[in-house]
């Protein structure tokens, strides 16, 4: 397809920063921090604590960096290369989070080989269950903590965003 980034079979050439349109680029980028704030922003007891969820999340993200294909490792590689925002985290829009999954399928569909697609999906996918799934008896998997209905559904509409 010729939409599809240029690729070689020794890993050479042009990365995916490279070969996407900026604006793609930067969605797919910037979507697992928009994900976990969208399901945290759902939690039903906010004054839990957060820190074992925001490293359950933490370490998933980096799990991309072991995977397979060039994009994840790349994304990976580009949220932690990123600058901190000093002005702190933007209000979440849960609507906004989901239309940015939806265009995030589409970018995938469109431009990104079906396995390194199907890659991202599955590890987006992974940091938002990280972030909000149901563990051990009912609870968070680090905290015992229980997820909300909200949160499982998020995670429903995410996943379908996503399917491009």
Same mark, same amino acid.
């Given at each position: #397809?010729?939409?599809?980034?240029?690729? $070689?079979?020794?890993?050479?050439?042009?990365?995916?920063?490279? $070969?996407?349109?900026?604006?793609?680029?930067?969605?797919?980028?910037?979507?697992?921090?928009?994900?976990? /704030? +969208?399901?945290? +922003?759902?939690?039903? !007891?906010?004054?839990?604590?957060?820190?074992?969820? &925001?490293?359950?999340? #933490?370490?998933?993200? @980096? $799990?991309?960096?072991?995977?397979?294909?060039?994009?994840?490792?790349?994304?990976?590689?580009?949220?932690?290369?990123? !600058?901190?925002?000093?002005? %702190?985290?933007?209000?979440?829009?849960? $609507? /906004?989070?989901?239309?940015?999954?939806?265009?995030?399928?589409?970018?995938?569909?469109?431009?990104?080989?079906? /396995?390194?697609? &199907? +890659?991202?999906?599955?590890?987006? #996918?992974?940091?938002?269950? +990280?972030?909000?799934?149901?563990?051990? @008896? %009912?609870? =968070?998997? @680090?905290? %015992? =903590?229980?997820?909300?209905? &909200?949160?499982?559904?998020?995670?429903?509409?995410?996943?379908?965003?996503?399917?491009?």
């Amino acid at each position: #397809m010729p939409s599809q980034p240029t690729r $070689s079979r020794t890993g050479c050439g042009p990365g995916y920063a490279d $070969s996407l349109p900026r604006r793609d680029w930067d969605l797919l980028v910037g979507l697992p921090a928009r994900v976990v /704030a +969208a399901v945290r +922003a759902l939690d039903l !007891d906010p004054d839990r604590p957060t820190v074992p969820e &925001a490293l359950v999340a #933490m370490e998933t993200i @980096a $799990s991309g960096r072991r995977q397979r294909g060039r994009l994840l490792p790349e994304v990976v590689a580009a949220i932690y290369a990123a !600058d901190e925002d000093t002005a %702190g985290p933007e209000p979440v829009s849960v $609507s /906004a989070v989901l239309d940015a999954c939806a265009e995030a399928g589409e970018v995938l569909a469109a431009r990104v080989p079906t /396995a390194e697609a &199907a +890659a991202y999906r599955r590890w987006l #996918m992974a940091v938002a269950t +990280a972030t909000g799934r149901r563990g051990g @008896a %009912g609870g =968070h998997p @680090a905290t %015992g =903590h229980p997820v909300g209905v &909200a949160q499982l559904r998020l995670l429903d509409e995410i996943e379908r965003g996503l399917a491009g």
